[in-house]
């Protein structure tokens, strides 16, 4: 079956400090790729997408992602975090064979003040 | 800003019940999903569903799983026996296109707890 793995389950930084979050999928063909986040008690929110066109995607709150084809990865970067981007993190992929929305298993990011 | 809602927010059930989750997806999306993420863990697929019938499903969602949209807004999850492990959040999601072409909007979760 196709999967999603995110590589780091919990990730600590520091405020100010740089992101970066690992996704990969495996799937060949077609995909739509999507970084969801989850703050605590909340449902879950699209930071940004990725259909087509330029592979450095960016979305809200400062966050950007890289599809990189050959990798087959499409991770997740913040230059300088801040304690409000504690959260779970979630890429997912929609692979072009289905109708559904395919979800890695998350990374929680602690953010310390 | 349009969203998804569901209710309840929290529904405790015995073992064998059967439950109704209820969703709103946004008003002209037309594809419609149902995840669900045990505690602790991943957010699964259980079905989506398009033009009054299911588009695909999961192994998750077997008999004991159903979904309707009975009028023009309501989307429903029915579990008809409810087992432990059902507990869960359950999401309900929408998306204006197929996932080919639109992300999906989530809802706040509906928290089923089975005692």
């Known amino acids: 079956a196709q999967s999603v793995s995110q590589h780091n389950h919990h990730v600590i930084l520091s405020e100010a400090a740089s992101l970066e979050l690992g996704c990969n999928y495996s799937?060949?063909?077609?995909?739509?790729l999507f970084w969801y986040v989850q703050y605590p008690g909340q449902h879950l929110q699209l930071l940004l997408k990725?259909?087509?066109?330029?592979?450095l995607v960016k979305g809200i709150k400062g966050f950007e992602a890289e599809f990189i084809k050959s990798k087959f990865s499409f991770n997740l970067r913040k230059p300088s975090v801040q304690w409000s981007d504690t959260a779970e993190y979630f890429c997912?992929?929609?692979?072009?064979?289905?109708?559904?929305?395919?979800f890695g298993p998350g990374t929680r990011l602690s953010v310390l003040p | 800003e349009p969203e998804v809602t569901q209710t309840p927010s929290h529904q405790v059930t015995q073992m064998g019940q059967e439950v109704i989750l209820r969703c709103v997806p946004i008003s002209n999306h037309l594809y419609f999903y149902w995840y669900r993420q045990i505690l602790g863990q991943k957010v699964e697929f259980l079905v989506s569903?398009?033009?009054?019938?299911?588009?695909?499903k999961s192994e998750i969602f077997d008999d004991q799983f159903s979904v309707e949209r009975p009028d023009g807004s309501n989307f429903t999850l029915k579990i008809r026996s409810t087992k432990l492990e059902d507990s869960a959040m359950y999401f309900c999601a929408s998306s204006e296109q197929g996932p080919m072409n639109t992300e999906a909007f989530f809802g706040q979760g509906t928290r089923l707890t089975v005692v």
């Open positions: 569903f398009y033009n009054n019938e299911i588009s695909e």
């Open positions: 997912a992929v929609n692979m072009d064979y289905g109708q559904n929305f395919v």
């Open positions: 990725y259909f087509s066109g330029d592979p």
């Open positions: 799937y060949g063909g077609t995909v739509n």
